[in-house]
């Protein structure tokens, strides 16, 4: 059974500061999904990483992929108010293994 | 763009009373799930379909059902509402490759 870990939970974190949230996962997969969920709203998709090396950003945030280690992380540089939300990661198998794993979320408060 | 719609939004139901999620998405994607979301749990995966007719079970599928008789919706049912089901609901779809796209949530209170 494939299990997806994040860590931090909880993340409080000053603007302007960097870090880096973790996600760990059991088994062989063939592609990684970061979401994020503001307050009361859906899933909002973030990156896809599909592959090992794989490196991706968007603004103030970066994802990155290590299917050797079964690790990926999401690093926040400069953080700003805005990023304030609940990261997901996703995790799925591949072949014929349709199912979309998640993470328990870390929930980033980025303080003034 | 309507992407992936969820109806209703909003729903208060009685312990034993049943009822349907509908989910409809205008993506043409093969791959539907529905998912619960309560606090601390992260998102938990009822039931999922790879395809029109098909059906599968998730991590926590008892005491829901789901039907997937048109590509573009999913339902998931409910035949005996319990307390324990007061959750956030979510539908999403996606393509065989590429991210899922998630609807808007539907609160389901159960009392």
């Known amino acids: 059974e494939l299990k997806v870990e994040q860590n931090p939970l909880f993340l409080s974190m000053q603007e302007g500061k960097n870090y880096t949230i973790y996600c760990n996962y059991s088994t062989t997969s063939d592609r990684l999904y970061w979401y994020r969920q503001d307050p009361g709203k859906s899933l909002e998709s973030l990156f896809v990483?599909?592959?090992?090396?794989a490196v991706k950003q968007e603004g103030r945030l970066m994802a990155s992929l290590d299917t050797k280690a079964r690790l990926s992380t999401l690093h926040i540089t400069a953080a700003v108010h805005d990023l304030s939300a609940t990261y997901f990661c996703?995790?799925?198998?591949?072949?014929?293994?349709?199912?979309?794993?998640f993470g328990k979320g870390t929930l980033l408060t980025v303080n003034p | 763009n309507a992407g992936v719609t969820q109806t209703p939004k909003f729903r208060v139901l009685k312990t034993g009373q049943s009822m349907t999620l509908l989910c409809a998405q205008d993506m043409n994607h093969e791959y539907m799930y529905w998912y619960r979301q309560d606090p601390g749990m992260g998102l938990r995966l009822i039931h999922y379909?790879?395809?029109?007719?098909?059906?599968a079970k998730g991590e926590v599928p008892d005491g829901y059902n789901v039907s997937r008789l048109k590509k573009q919706n999913f339902l998931l049912g409910l035949e005996s509402a319990a307390p324990s089901q007061t959750s956030v609901y979510f539908c999403a779809s996606s393509p065989q490759i590429g991210e899922a796209f998630f609807g808007q949530g539907t609160r389901l209170t159960v009392v």
């Open positions: 379909s790879v395809g029109e007719g098909t059906t």
């Open positions: 990483l599909l592959s090992n090396g």
């Open positions: 996703a995790v799925r198998r591949g072949g014929s293994n349709y199912k979309l794993t």
